[in-house]
């Protein structure tokens, strides 16, 4: 069996008369959620054990040994189906990365004239993407692929998305790679396509030297908040390598500033090999808590929001947290009224504390005495640095322990509310109206209100000016001694000190304190 042996035996499109046939025998999987639910299926039932078992523990070389093994995971579970177990087989491929045994096993389907459901044609492609990346199909692989793809796209004028992004795999290793530019808008038709898809498409541009449309979907991918995977840089990479142009290099680390991005181990390793090459520095360097780069020496910089910036956000916060979450929905509109004559005279304040996220840091089933100090110990570790406090809260507070409550109230100034200091967008919003500077104090990481900015600038904004603003509470003793986890004295943004660049590393080590950084220096 050939890999060039035509696929007209996989799907013969033109043996059918009408559709109502053709839907029988191939799986158009046109009803998204009804697809997923498939395949989680599928991978419950099927992926974790039992085809594993019998397929990578045997040795396969002949069409009879494909037929027994294919044979026995039919008998061996009721629920693997002679319409879900090719399907099946080639996902213990993918996960295994056995990609040639897979391909094996297409090749046996076509021997054998098993047709092959839309489903399993898509993990084929898959298969062959994976197998030969980042290098182009074969010239009668790719005249099989085409040639199929044009027979499916006599039956759909429009492909459904799962069928789409595996389309856009395989095509992108071919000559027909802008073909790939047109399953991405079907995509568009449904759905919001994934970095996936983005990301194959951008590494094809730049394998085929067209720099200025791969720039082009780099840009609209962040645009929609969707950064693609590490191929799409690389690929960028390898297209300039050989120029030896650090002005190209430079312009793909102004992308990962604008949008901080971090290196995974590939990107870091791919960096580091083409600066040896160029006879150039690149070291990887753990920092702590110094903010001094211990290969070049420089300082590692803390990027300010500028007032433009910071009055942007204020805005977008206000319009897409407050007022577009309904924040006011249960609040009274006395309390409504209150709350905003109190934040437009308010004065601007050192410090704003989360009065209940601080109280209940230790858990909801303690006695209020120790609320009371632990909200009293917060405010005290301020107030001694001569600090200006403001405490949200909420009105029960004042039945707490009268000593510790009463030093608070003579030491910050209180807002209190039925409900409504509950909601943390106000916390939000009294800092941002505070000034940039505000320190804020709440365990909570307000992931949910960053997904509530739509532009995703402002959403990078808004992570950057949390991330230097917020004081975390981790533990006060029973002396009243406050540990905070605080910001770090610089910004996990890529960053160019002189004539060298520093890129953080994505690193997944669960140490917060030790963050990774590559240093490319001449």
């Known amino acids: 069996m050939r890999c060039s042996q035509s696929l007209y035996t996989l799907v013969k499109l033109h043996t059918f008369h009408n559709f109502?046939?053709?839907?029988?025998?191939?799986?158009?999987?046109?009803?998204?959620?009804?697809?997923?639910?498939?395949?989680?299926?599928?991978?419950?039932?099927?992926?974790?054990?039992?085809?594993?078992?019998?397929?990578?523990?045997?040795?396969?070389?002949?069409?009879?040994?494909?037929?027994?093994?294919?044979?026995?995971?039919?008998?061996?579970?009721?629920?693997?189906?002679?319409?879900?177990?090719?399907?099946?087989?080639?996902?213990?491929?993918?996960?295994?990365?056995?990609?040639?045994?897979?391909?094996?096993?297409?090749?046996?389907?076509?021997?054998?004239?098993?047709?092959?459901?839309?489903?399993?044609?898509?993990?084929?492609?898959?298969?062959?993407?994976?197998?030969?990346?980042?290098?182009?199909?074969?010239?009668?692989?790719?005249?099989?692929?085409?040639?199929?793809?044009?027979?499916?796209?006599?039956?759909?004028?429009?492909?459904?998305v799962f069928t789409c992004e595996n389309l856009i795999h395989i095509l992108s290793l071919t000559n027909y790679w802008r073909e790939c530019f047109r399953l991405l808008d079907e995509m568009k038709i449904s759905c919001q396509p994934g970095n996936v898809a983005y990301s194959v498409i951008i590494a094809a541009c730049f394998r085929n030297n067209d720099a200025d449309l791969g720039w082009s979907y780099l840009n609209e991918c962040a645009e929609k908040d969707r950064f693609p995977s590490t191929i799409a840089y690389t690929s960028y990479i390898d297209l300039?390598?050989?120029?030896?142009?650090?002005?190209?290099?430079?312009?793909?680390?102004?992308?990962?500033?604008?949008?901080?991005?971090?290196?995974?181990?590939?990107?870091?390793?791919?960096?580091?090999?083409?600066?040896?090459?160029?006879?150039?520095?690149?070291?990887?360097?753990?920092?702590?808590?110094?903010?001094?780069?211990?290969?070049?020496?420089?300082?590692?910089?803390?990027?300010?929001?500028?007032?433009?910036?910071?009055?942007?956000?204020?805005?977008?916060?206000?319009?897409?947290?407050?007022?577009?979450?309904?924040?006011?929905?249960?609040?009274?509109?006395?309390?409504?009224?209150?709350?905003?004559w109190f934040v437009a005279n308010m004065k601007k304040y050192d410090v704003i504390i989360d009065g209940l996220n601080v109280a209940y840091s230790v858990g909801t089933k303690h006695p209020s005495h120790v609320f009371a100090f632990l909200v009293k110990s917060a405010v005290q570790h301020f107030v001694l640095q001569n600090k200006t406090v403001l405490l949200l809260g909420r009105t029960h507070m004042q039945k707490w322990s009268k000593p510790n409550w009463s030093y608070v109230s003579k030491n910050a100034d209180i807002f209190l509310t039925q409900t409504l200091s509950h909601d943390d967008p106000y916390l939000l919003y009294c800092a941002l109206n505070s000034g940039k500077n505000t320190i804020i104090v709440s365990r909570d990481l307000m992931r949910n209100h960053v997904f509530k900015l739509n532009d995703i600038k402002l959403k990078?904004?808004?992570?950057?000016?949390?991330?230097?603003?917020?004081?975390?509470?981790?533990?006060?003793?029973?002396?009243?001694?406050?540990?905070?986890?605080y910001p770090l004295p610089y910004s996990r943004t890529a960053q160019k000190i002189g004539n060298i660049w520093h890129l953080p590393c994505d690193d997944s080590s669960n140490n917060s304190d030790l963050h990774k950084w590559l240093c490319l220096s001449k």
């Open 240 to 340: 300039h390598e050989q120029t030896q142009n650090l002005e190209t290099l430079e312009k793909l680390f102004k992308y990962f500033q604008s949008y901080d991005i971090k290196c995974d181990i590939e990107m870091t390793n791919k960096m580091i090999n083409v600066y040896k090459k160029m006879k150039l520095k690149a070291e990887v360097i753990t920092v702590k808590n110094s903010v001094k780069c211990r290969n070049c020496h420089n300082q590692l910089q803390k990027l300010e929001l500028k007032d433009e910036e910071f009055d942007d956000l204020k805005k977008a916060i206000f319009k897409n947290v407050i007022i577009g979450s309904n924040v006011f929905y249960k609040t009274t509109p006395k309390e409504v009224d209150e709350f905003k």
């Open 20 to 160: 109502k046939c053709l839907q029988s025998y191939i799986s158009t999987f046109r009803n998204v959620p009804n697809r997923k639910v498939k395949i989680e299926q599928e991978q419950k039932n099927v992926l974790g054990n039992v085809i594993p078992s019998i397929l990578l523990n045997k040795k396969i070389q002949t069409v009879n040994d494909w037929s027994h093994v294919r044979e026995e995971i039919l008998n061996t579970n009721v629920q693997i189906t002679s319409k879900s177990i090719d399907s099946a087989i080639l996902s213990v491929c993918m996960a295994s990365k056995k990609y040639q045994l897979g391909i094996e096993y297409v090749e046996y389907l076509k021997h054998q004239k098993i047709a092959l459901g839309l489903a399993t044609l898509g993990k084929y492609f898959k298969l062959l993407y994976l197998k030969n990346y980042p290098k182009n199909l074969s010239e009668p692989e790719e005249a099989d692929i085409y040639n199929l793809y044009e027979e499916l796209r006599k039956v759909y004028k429009v492909f459904d």
């Open 460 to 485: 990078i904004l808004f992570s950057r000016w949390l991330l230097q603003c917020q004081y975390q509470l981790l533990h006060i003793n029973d002396s009243g001694k406050v540990f905070f986890k």
